[in-house]
Every structure is written in C-alpha cells, then in structure tokens.
C-alpha cells in the first residue's frame, strides 16, 4: 500500500495548531526556498528552530540553529524537511527519537520507507510532497 497524506482539513489542523517548527537542512543562502520558507513562517509567527549541522550554534535571520532533531529545546509540533528524498528514512528515524507530533517532508520530497519506519511506530502524522507555505495560503 502506498502512502497517502492526511486530509486536507487534517494539514489545515496541523498548521492551526502548530507553535513550533524545527526545520530540517535549513540555509543560510536567502536565495534557498528553505530560508524563504522560514521566513515566511516566521511571518506568521511561529516559532523556529533550523536544523543543519553545518551551522549548527548559528542564528540564520535570528532563527537559532541546531544539530539534529533532539537538541531542539522543546516540542516540535512540525518537522519541516528540506532534504532530498533519500535522506528522508535517517531523519524519520531521527524524528523517532523525539516527541514531535508532525512529520513534513516538502514539495517533491517522499519516501515510502520514511513513511513505514514512522508508521510502524504508530507515529501516523506524515505529511510529503506537500509545500507548508501554499498549504498555509490555501487555509487563509
């Protein structure tokens, strides 16, 4: 069985509920959609944390920048992936090691393996191939 994303009334719920967004191979390049994204996100206020271990101990457009998943201080509600896809099992595996709730791998990225390993684990709240930024411009 192939994996399909949740509802869209369900990604709209994940968004709204949403306070904290740890985003996965985060850039410092303002010419990278993943900075853009996180731009646009903080304009919507929430709260982010980068996730790059290239510039981890950095602010990236005062945005703090960590190692990996777990060195993120608090409960991520979203993990925003930027990575390609077939980084996609090491950080659902990473993901794993942490209580954060959503799993979201953007626009082009996914993978069935990633969704398996999370899956059987009963962490069900998967999201790919699916952009944060038109979702959230679709919801208002």
Request: hydrophobic residues 40%; neutral net charge.
């Amino acid at each position: 069985m192939s994996f399909q994303n949740p509802s869209q009334e369900k990604i709209f719920q994940y968004l709204t509920e949403a306070k904290v967004i740890a985003i996965v191979g985060l850039s410092d390049k303002p010419e990278k959609t993943s900075y853009q994204i996180a731009e646009f996100l903080k304009s919507h206020g929430y709260k982010l944390y980068g996730v790059n271990p290239k510039l981890a101990g950095q602010k990236i457009n005062e945005i703090p920048v960590v190692e990996n998943l777990a060195a993120v201080p608090e409960t991520i509600d979203i993990v925003d992936i930027f990575r390609r896809s077939e980084f996609l099992p090491a950080i659902a595996e990473e993901f794993l090691k942490t209580d954060a709730k959503v799993f979201w791998a953007q626009l082009g990225l996914s993978s069935e393996e990633a969704a398996k390993t999370l899956q059987s684990q009963g962490r069900n709240d998967i999201v790919m191939d699916r952009c944060v930024k038109i979702e959230l411009n679709k919801k208002v």
